[in-house]
T-cell receptor, first 113, second 113 residues
Framework: GAVVSQHPSRVICKSGTSVKIECRSLDFQATTMFWYRQFPKQSLMLMATSNEGSKATYEQGVEKDKFLINHASLTLSTLTVTSAHPEDSSFYIC?????????FGPGTRLLVL | QKEVEQDPGPLSVPEGAIVSLNCTYSNSAFQYFMWYRQYSRKGPELLMYTYSSGNKEDGRFTAQVDKSSKYISLFIRDSQPSDSATYLCAMSPATSGTYKYIFGTGTRLKVLA
């Protein structure tokens, strides 16, 4: 199957700082990537759809100025959590789309102190 | 009513048992059905995918789709402790365009040695 990587796998930051998470498709090109958030023992919550070369589409209730998404190339999408607060602490997972399927990255655990 | 319903479990079975995991859905437009396995603190891993109705088998795993009943299943034969994980079903109406997956809440499975 297709391989998707995320970096970093874990990050701890102070409240008020910004954190960037990278999502890469390693052996294929993805015009569309997705960003999800997952709370403990809960399912995946779609945050936004990232399209290469255009603006991301955010789900209802997700602040686009808070969660900045950039999909600059066919293999890289980035999610920047701006001015992070403790309530932003969560597990962030990206996926990359190939026709019909999504392949997920390993996730990034963010802890905001 | 949620679009996709999945029993969260936990489901505990002895090693070697046949496991049946299920999802029901309400949207008749769904055409693509996926099963993902997610280990704790990891991203989801694609296990099986099926288009429309029918069965698909891959090793110890069998996926079934019954569109008339809006019901999908994943069977695991000869279950192993390494199968202990959360299993997520996902569905989509199409492969092209701006489609999104609709996920179940996930079923936590524990296979006891």
């Amino acid at each position: 199957g297709a391989v998707v990587s995320q970096h970093p796998s874990r990050v701890i930051c102070k409240s008020g700082t910004s954190v960037k998470i990278e999502c890469r498709s390693l052996d294929f090109q993805a015009t569309t990537m997705f960003w999800y958030r997952q709370f403990p023992k809960q399912s995946l919550m779609l945050m936004a759809t990232s399209n290469e070369g255009s603006k991301a589409t955010y789900e209802q209730g997700v602040e686009k100025d808070k969660f900045l998404i950039n999909h600059a190339s066919l293999t890289l999408s980035t999610l920047t959590v701006t001015s992070a607060h403790p309530e932003d602490s969560s597990f962030y997972i990206c996926s990359a789309r190939v026709p019909g399927l999504q392949y997920f990255g390993p996730g990034t655990r963010l802890l905001v102190l | 009513q949620k679009e996709v319903e999945q029993d969260p479990g936990p489901l505990s079975v002895p090693e070697g048992a046949i496991v049946s995991l299920n999802c029901t859905y309400s949207n008749s437009a769904f055409q693509y059905f996926m099963w993902y396995r997610q280990y704790s603190r990891k991203g989801p891993e694609l296990l099986m995918y099926t288009y429309s109705s029918g069965n698909k088998e891959d090793g110890r795993f069998t996926a079934q789709v019954d569109k008339s009943s809006k019901y999908i299943s994943l069977f695991i034969r000869d279950s192993q402790p390494s199968d202990s994980a959360t299993y997520l079903c996902a569905m989509s109406p199409a492969t092209s365009g701006t489609y999104k997956y609709i996920f179940g809440t996930g079923t936590r499975l524990k296979v006891l040695a």
